[in-house]
């Protein structure tokens, strides 16, 4: 997928490329008698992100049936390493919700600035690599620690938002055309998003060798932008790749229990995604 991702990138740049010799002025976009264009997209994402450090705090200090202890805890995890998990692999005998999917809602004016704005959802897939060594500061069960430690998923900790850290916005966006056929059949033109909204993940957690895949929850806030291409062929159906960054701000994750986590990472992205438009 990573291949189909760069074929698809050195594609739009040789398009870009071969409109590079006209104005982009030459080819506004058109503005008729309507009241704009709404439009539905469903593509797919792939991600890297930052290293985060993650706090988890539990101070009711609940009895956990597998250390026969109870878990009271308030420490943080630093500079930990995650990756995204596509499901690429077997994504066409699966179902179409399996791998890291996106979709857009989003409404085109009918101005000459070519604005619009667009409902912009991310399921995007975080688990922290387990077997990693990093540095632990805090309490556990009312000892200190201030020491490296290794990310034991059985003994210790396993964390990942894998039904998905989902990234919901809403964006603000401008279409500009690069280059138009004449009989307007075929059109390219360079995007740009800029929103915020909210994170709802699905978060699966082991602490200290006690289980739980919790529920979808409202989790804090996000925000970013985008930058691509979009072809349109025949006024009703595009298809669209962006490069996309993505502050996420996890403020009150699900863990075990009453306990909870946070904690906050940058999210790079390449989303490719096709549509149907329908102008009113």
């Known amino acids: 997928m990573k291949k189909y991702f760069s074929i698809v990138s050195i594609a ?7 409109a590079g010799a006209q104005e982009i002025n030459n080819f506004p976009a058109p503005v008729k008698a309507g009241k704009g264009t709404i439009y539905f997209s469903w593509g797919y994402n792939k991600d ?14 609940e009895y956990n049936p597998v250390t026969n202890q109870k878990d009271k805890y308030d420490f943080t995890l630093y500079n930990l390493t995650a990756k ?8 066409l005998t699966t179902p179409l919700t399996i791998p890291q999917y996106v979709y857009r809602l989003g409404y085109y004016f009918n101005d000459k600035r070519d604005l619009g704005i667009e409902i912009n959802f991310d399921h995007a897939k975080y688990i922290v690599d387990d077997w990693q060594t990093v540095h632990l500061k805090g309490s556990i069960r009312d000892v200190q620690y201030d020491k490296d430690t290794l990310v034991d998923p059985q003994k210790f900790m396993h964390f990942q938002h894998t039904n998905g850290a ?8 401008k279409r500009q055309t690069l280059f138009a056929s004449k009989n307007e059949k075929h059109r390219l ?25 919790n529920f979808w929850h409202i989790a804090g806030f996000c925000a970013g932008i985008d930058a691509g291409l979009r072809y349109e062929a025949f006024k009703h159906v595009f298809l669209e790749y962006t ?29 490719l995604a096709a549509g149907v438009q329908i102008p009113l």
């Open 12 to 18: 739009f740049i040789g398009l870009i490329s071969s």
């Open 48 to 61: 890297w992100f930052t290293k985060s450090d993650i706090h988890f705090k539990n101070s009711t200090g």
């Open 84 to 91: 995204d998990r596509p499901g690429f692999k077997n994504m």
């Open 166 to 173: 989902n990234f919901l916005m809403l964006n603000l966006m």
């Open 189 to 213: 033109c360079a995007i740009a998003k800029a929103g915020a909204g909210i994170v709802i993940p699905r978060t699966v957690v082991n602490l200290f060798g006690q289980g739980s895949n």
């Open 243 to 271: 490069a996309k960054g993505t502050f996420a701000d996890y403020t009150d994750v699900l863990t075990i229990g009453s306990g909870r986590a946070n904690h906050h990472f940058w999210a790079f992205e390449n989303i």
